[in-house]
């Protein structure tokens, strides 16, 4: 009798790809703790360390009380949670470690700030020439323009486009804030926080309507098309000759 072909003697690549293996939670800790370990080989003892402390406290809180066994089972998920904290504050660290000095890496960092900011993926200013570039966000600290490059360079962009905002919305707060390592610059590491910590003056409300207006306004004016990658950026020789 001839066997009749059927699904499951074809083969298994046959009518489509396998789906990717779905990623579990564990491995992703795994990937972080091999990437942080990679920046800081501190980390992974920093962590023991703090994991070791946490349980020998419970298990002398334990010996005090007489229950020594219960605290130890007790201890050890705060020991975990002690180190998983350790290992997420190291792993940020190393994660701006990576990105610092890269083009676009101020943006990066910008995408970490929570309370209602929104910032935009293209600069809307940029020298093309030394890559630096002005990141532009609105909260409702009012509107957040953040530099990237020496100071003094970076500086003139900002003012410029403090300056162009200002007269779109001469009522909103312009704050310019220069990322770099310089005198007077925010560190990439606390550049997040330092846009946080900006005073709130707007209303949900108002910040909408702001949103509104800078879309009007629109970013970087150079002869590139939408969507570029900033490092590949080269100026218009023949818009600069004037013909």
């Keep these: 009798m001839a066997r009749s072909k059927s699904g499951a003697d074809a083969p298994a690549g046959a009518g489509g790809s ?17 990437m942080t370990r990679k920046q800081d080989p501190s980390a992974p003892w920093l962590m023991l360390g703090v994991f070791l402390a946490i349980v020998l406290v419970a298990v002398v809180i334990g010996l005090i009380w007489g229950q020594p066994i219960y605290m130890l089972i007790v201890g050890i998920p ?12 190291k ?3 190393a994660a701006y470690t990576q990105i610092q000095g890269q083009p676009g890496a101020a943006r990066a960092a910008l995408g970490t700030v929570r309370g209602g900011w929104t910032f935009e993926d293209e600069p809307v200013a940029v020298d093309p020439r030394n890559q630096d570039f002005v990141f532009r966000g609105v909260g409702k600290a009012g509107v957040v323009l953040v530099s990237e490059g020496p100071a003094h360079r970076a500086q003139k962009l900002l003012d410029k486009e ?16 220069q ?15 330092s846009v946080s910590k900006l005073k709130k003056q707007l209303t949900r409300n108002e910040v909408a309507v702001v949103s509104k207006r800078l879309k009007a306004l629109g970013g970087a004016r150079l002869p590139i098309p939408k969507g570029i990658d900033p490092t590949r950026m080269r100026p218009d020789r023949r818009a600069m000759r004037g013909r």
């Design 18 to 34: 396998k789906k990717p293996k779905k990623q579990r939670w564990y491995h992703q800790v795994w990937a972080v703790f091999q």
């Design 179 to 193: 990322c770099g390592d310089g005198e007077g610059q925010v560190p990439l590491t606390k550049l997040a926080r």
């Design 162 to 177: 403090a300056k162009r905002t200002a007269r779109v919305l001469p009522n909103v707060p312009v704050n310019t804030i």
């Design 78 to 89: 705060f020991g975990l949670l002690g180190a998983m904290f350790v290992l997420s504050r």
């Design 91 to 93: 792993a940020e660290k």
